[in-house]
């Protein structure tokens, strides 16, 4: 018998849970991962280094971190296993 007649055999709701299968099936890896991402590289690297000068220059979020850290440890039940040593 061959892959046509095959096909014609299947009930339609066979026809459905396959076709509905190939729709729901993650692509193989070399579908993902060989094509290139869209856009310009050019402009990620400018916003990550714009990102990284923002984050340079915002010392009141150094002292916040700084405080949150502090106040974190102290309320520790055990004072000799602390958060960030």
Known sequence: MSTAEKEL??????????AL?????IPPPEEVYL????GNPERALALLEQWCTEDDADEPQA????????VLDEDRLS???????
Do not use: G
């Open 21 to 25: 299968w190939r729709r729901l099936t």
């Open 9 to 18: 055999l299947k009930s339609d709701i066979e026809r459905q849970r396959e």
């Open 63 to 70: 002292e916040t971190w700084e405080y949150l850290k502090r």
């Open 79 to 85: 004072p000799d296993r602390k958060l960030f040593p």
């Open 35 to 38: 094509h290139p991402p869209e």
